[in-house]
């Protein structure tokens, strides 16, 4: 008799595909291709997946495998995370939908959980790219199907991991960008980490630990980490400096930390992540006069940010009362200054989120249901946060659309075009067709070596994008924004918004500003905004 796999064998191999993806969740953040921060792919999955982990703790044991593969789908619906989680909740649906009402799973019955997840997954995605993890998944599910009638579950699960290792293997030759990093697909990569913790139980029945020893991937605190617990975020300002002590101190926090970045003359600010702070402190201490010393413990910090963000998304913050009848917008920020400039521009409630903390499909649905109206739209406001606000406009208990704005910059334009008194389609493809007129330009800092045009990028170093590509790389940050507003206008431009986040100082801004009044025709007008977001010293758009 073929052998099956029950509620708990799908249970347990689940359980140990999160823990394995746990703990190598560094290693596919690793492989992320571009240098800019992140919401990183490995960091998202896990906390995708983590979330289904909690409901499979509410089951009862024995529970039928359909009944587990349901708690494993919505789990990771809701918990889904970026562009990479969103298709990974897509692919254990097709577990749900062909396990459903089904005790057990036989061969046939996998067979087609992983033929439909694929094809959730596919339909998804706009225009699916060979090379990725749609690429490792669907040929998984392919050489599976063609030993569906000859061998029992466990062993085209067998068949199922070592096709995907292949098929990852062979994603550089698909994708440009990946051979020339000399990497393979990191959404690809974390999924064949799932596959191989899913074979350890069906073939051995061993659950794959935790690093931590538990039995489950630790999500007690919103998926943050605890090994961010013994690293700090440090910033300080080195006063009359010279270019051998920014060297000093920059070759002390490169080898006592990471993401290290400075900007200024005179007064140089640095930026670093370490686990050191009191020894790169004193080192800085030698090489001048020190100002403005911050030491934040990054754990509480991401804790902090992680409460924000469920505050900010299920408790609503309201410009004024909406009506029942009317259509409320739920915009995606990550700054207090931007926050409020969404509410005055007409937004009923702000969902807190951006690159490198991507908001969750749940979140995006508290925010959606926080607002009283029948009918809402979303503001994505990230290219990786497009399809979790899609998935959650679908589970909303209320009509909402998703306009698919890429920028902070172009989620404003979008704002602006917003028509209460027109009909929710119209006002989709309103704000769409706004928001595809704006360049947005962003400089921000690169978190790891990296090269551009066959030039190597140093970690540290400013990084300018135009419309989330990368324009070109600097040193210095007030010098890269006036090059960048000049390649972002053109003789249309009459004015130039720049907002500055939470690194820079507003006589540091203002600084910029006038030297853009300087730089650019008379005719571009330059409006300064405090939007205090991180990660992102500046947002450029030209109107």
Not at 31 to 56: K, Q, R
Not at 167 to 184: F, I, N, S, Y
Not at 272 to 285: G, L, M, N
Request: with cysteine; aromatic share 6%; proline share 3%.
């Amino acid at each position: 008799m073929m052998a099956v796999i029950t509620g708990n064998m799908l249970r347990d191999a689940f359980i140990s595909g999160v823990n394995n993806l746990d703990n190598h969740k560094t290693q596919v953040d690793e492989l992320n291709v571009f240098p800019v921060p992140d919401g990183d792919t490995g960091t998202n999955m896990t906390m995708t997946v983590s979330n289904a982990v909690e409901e499979l703790s509410k089951l009862e044991n024995d529970a039928p495998v359909g009944v587990v593969a349901k708690a494993i789908s919505g789990g990771c619906l809701r918990g889904a995370r970026g562009n990479s989680g969103v298709i990974l909740s897509l692919l254990f649906r097709g577990f749900s939908r062909a396990m459903k009402d089904h005790d057990t799973a036989d061969s046939e019955c996998l067979s087609l959980a992983l033929e439909k997840g694929v094809g959730y997954a596919y339909k998804a995605v706009m225009k699916p790219s060979e090379g990725t993890i749609l690429t490792v998944a669907r040929r998984a599910s392919e050489e599976v199907a063609k030993k569906a009638g000859e061998l029992d579950p466990v062993e085209l699960f067998d068949i199922a991991v070592s096709t995907a290792e292949v098929a990852l293997e062979e994603t550089p030759e698909q994708l440009e960008t990946l051979k020339r990093a000399g990497v393979v697909d990191a959404g690809g990569q974390g999924l064949v980490y799932i596959y191989r913790g899913m074979q350890s139980v069906f073939r051995d029945g061993t659950i794959i630990k935790s690093a931590d020893g538990s039995e489950a991937a630790d999500e007690t605190d919103d998926s943050i980490d605890t090994a961010l617990k013994d690293k700090y975020i440090l910033d300080f300002d080195l006063l009359d400096n010279n270019v051998s002590s920014i060297e000093a101190i920059k070759a002390a926090a490169e080898a006592l930390g990471e993401n290290v970045s400075f900007e200024g003359k005179e007064r140089a600010h640095f930026h670093v992540e370490t686990s050191s702070p009191d020894a790169i402190i004193s080192k800085a201490f030698k090489q001048g006069r020190l100002s403005n010393v911050s030491v934040k413990n990054m754990y509480e910090y991401m804790q902090e940010r992680s409460r924000n963000s469920d505050s900010d998304s299920k408790k609503a913050a309201y410009a004024e009362p909406v009506q029942e009848a009317d259509i409320a917008v739920v915009a995606v920020s990550d700054g207090k200054g931007i926050d409020q400039m969404f509410l005055d521009l007409g937004a009923a409630a702000i969902v807190n989120g951006g690159q490198t903390m991507n908001p969750s499909t749940e979140d995006i649905l508290a925010g959606i249901e926080s607002v009283p109206s029948a009918r809402v739209l979303v503001l994505a406001n990230n290219k990786n946060i497009i399809m979790a606000a899609e998935a959650a406009c679908g589970l909303a208990d209320r009509t909402a659309l998703t306009v698919p704005t890429r920028s902070i910059p172009q989620g404003l334009s979008a704002m602006l075009s917003f028509d209460p008194s027109v009909s929710l389609e119209e006002n989709k493809d309103l704000m769409t067709e706004a928001a595809s007129k704006v360049v947005t330009g962003q400089v921000t800092y690169a978190v790891r070596d990296s090269e551009f045009a066959g030039k190597p990028i140093k970690q540290g170093s400013v990084l300018c994008l135009i419309d989330g590509k990368i324009a070109f790389t600097s040193r210095a940050v007030d010098r890269s924004v006036v090059k960048l507003a000049k390649k972002i206008c053109d003789k249309e431009s009459s004015l130039l918004t720049v907002i500055y986040g939470n690194q820079v100082t507003p006589e540091d801004a203002e600084k910029v500003a006038e030297e853009l009044r300087k730089s650019l025709p008379a005719t571009v007008e330059v409006e300064l905004i405090d939007g205090g977001q991180p990660v992102y010293y500046y947002y450029l758009s030209a109107e």
